[in-house]
């Protein structure tokens, strides 16, 4: 059940090592904080196998990538793996330049992640080596709608078999799948793009869900979804009329932190395929 | 008409290429997408050629320049320069360091920019070569009041003119020339400067405004500043009694993310000199 | 009288050198304009020299620390010695890697400070050499309590002695000392662990508070930390029902703003031990 996945982090409280961006960094922690995890953020090359070694899982997003945290991220992904804590890849803006395109792959290949989020045109380029992503912004022509949902189900299906690992594509409808099943999820708003960040936060959320679900996989990394998407909508209705993007951007971690078992199972929307 | 400008940027939805500072980054890229526009921020030498590729335009930050993000801005300019995709140059803290004052005078010699971006000290300091910045606000002595207001019309127009691009100056009163014109704009409030960044932020939304409306720079850098002062006003009078100036902030953007042509056209206060 | 402590900074608006971490960077620089101050934010070897020059104080702060920035802690802090600007070092997450407490240690050996401001197991590791922390939050069995105080005070005022500057403790229960006396502060509120970045917050306060009290360090410092903890307990009582962590950070930072010195000395819980 969803319920326990976030109870479950509630309980456990796990420490989460962040290489991240600098531009949503702040409101990744405070998401953390707000689901019951607790972040440290490290990329210098000097400590980052000492920090990944006390925390839980290890969060990467490649949101500012440069060449000093480049050599991180690997450094303390292999760390990870040998220390078998849960690892998650973010390819921010992977197919906006062969930089960004080049590291994820090269990441995907060098480090073994539980997990990797992005949205649908990130991990297209990851699938396919190259892509046609705007910016850090999905491309208008991918965006998985109701009509192409059967095939978008079935490429992230055998993508998540190729990749080893469960690939999480959020967007209007997000997708969860481990290869065999796949998670359809139904939960937040379109305004939610409207706010920088609301996916770096879910990919550090999920890590703190793997981490303490460790047997769990899927259910866990659903239940982040479902955890973020539900936020949106119950953040979107504390609304005041002056209230514009940014006033949304601190409900929705507010949701966060107000979110229980109890609100997540009865508004989780979701079907299995 | 200045709701043009503001209608393009939100029908065109231009993606920004920001070379930033880390202290207002988040704030840069929700501003940006409040009044339309799309933010991408990346600084790494090795991928700002392929992200200003795909960018309508630059904006160029020298908040806290590193010796990496340097060699970075120098690149990206020159790309945009053959690509001919706007550029914008914000010298902050300009006259603070003999770092600071080098780069910025040195970025204006190599790269062509479309505008340029800052208070008065920052500005004195590119015209003179030299300046008495305190730290990242402008010198009292510097401020532009009513009675110093002609000198100070004069002083942007010449150096437009010198510049050979478009030079805005915000403060109390913000001036906007191309060496020609001046628009003097009356809109924001005193209490925003205890809000940190939203000279950063006009400066990534005046980077928007003049890809989105590339045959009237004048105008559309003039809209941009009136669009910063008005939602200032607008955010303050949304204010309850115990909002300090961290609300403030949010309530600054959520304006922005609420501003349209016709509140623009109708809140904007300016004269051309 | 703390009440003038913060008076004084309102007053004297200091200008204060942050070299800082990326996280929690945008609440500094506005904690320090809602306290009277002014921030400038610059971690580039090449300018830092430059920068303190013009500042009234410097706060090192290794949340983020790198190669290049920890090379700027050291040029920064050493020329802020030769120039007799007031210093505070703030350890963050020293224990969690041998980097952090190396550095902080080293910065301790090579930097004289006004204050060092740490939770408890971050100062435990500066005195021992060694720490547990449980990444960037005081290990559980180091926490301050009613049964363990005086024993911590005793720490707390042998450790000031031998660092030879004042060390803040902040936890449940804050101490402030100079090795003489020990402030033993009771305001805040437990639910501003679940914000980050109020400690560091609180470091360039403090830093604001010494530039701008030069003959009365130990107060200054304690009305600092009764300032960050009564902005806690302001922020709290204008919570709304669906209110969370993210709108409490901003609360918090606008109770700074609103904080006088009446408020500030009719809303301080401490004694002197």
Redesign the interface.
């Known amino acids: 059940m969803l319920k326990e996945c976030i109870n479950n982090v509630r309980k456990k409280a796990p ?1 989460i090592h962040n290489i991240t ?7 990744l ?2 998401a953390l ?2 689901c019951g995890a ?10 980052v196998e ?2 990944i070694s ?2 839980g899982g290890l969060n990467i997003n490649i ?6 945290t480049i050599t991180s991220m690997f450094l303390a992904g292999n760390k990870a793996n040998q220390l078998r804590r849960k690892v998650l890849l973010d390819p921010v ?1 992977a197919g ?5 395109t080049d590291i994820a792959v090269k990441l995907m290949r060098e480090v073994k992640f539980n997990a990797i989020r992005g949205n649908i045109s990130e991990i297209k380029t990851l699938a396919f080596g190259s892509g046609r992503t ?4 999905a491309d208008l022509a991918d965006v998985i709608r109701e009509d192409s949902l059967d095939k978008a189900v079935s490429f992230i299906k055998t993508f998540a078999n190729e990749a080893g690992c469960i690939v999480a594509v959020t967007g209007q409808i997000d997708l969860v799948s481990d290869g065999n099943q796949c998670y359809v999820i139904r939960n937040g708003r379109a305004e939610m793009s ?4 609301t996916g770096c936060q879910l990919s550090g959320i999920m890590t703190a869900f793997l981490v303490a679900n460790p047997d769990n996989e899927l259910e866990a990394a659903a239940a982040a979804v479902c955890t973020m998407g539900l936020a949106g909508e ?1 953040g979107w209705s ?1 609304m005041q009329p ?6 949304y ?10 979110m229980d078992g109890d609100i997540l199972e009865k508004g989780a929307r979701y079907e299995l395929r």
């Open positions: 420490l961006n600098y531009v949503t960094v702040n409101d922690a405070n904080l707000a607790s972040p440290i953020m490290a990329d210098d090359r000097d400590e000492d920090i006390i925390c949101g500012t990538l440069n060449k000093d803006g906006a330049s062969r930089l960004r705007k910016g850090v912004d409207k706010v920088t960040g119950m504390n002056s209230d514009g993007n940014s006033t951007k601190n409900r929705i971690i507010d949701a966060i932190y107000k």
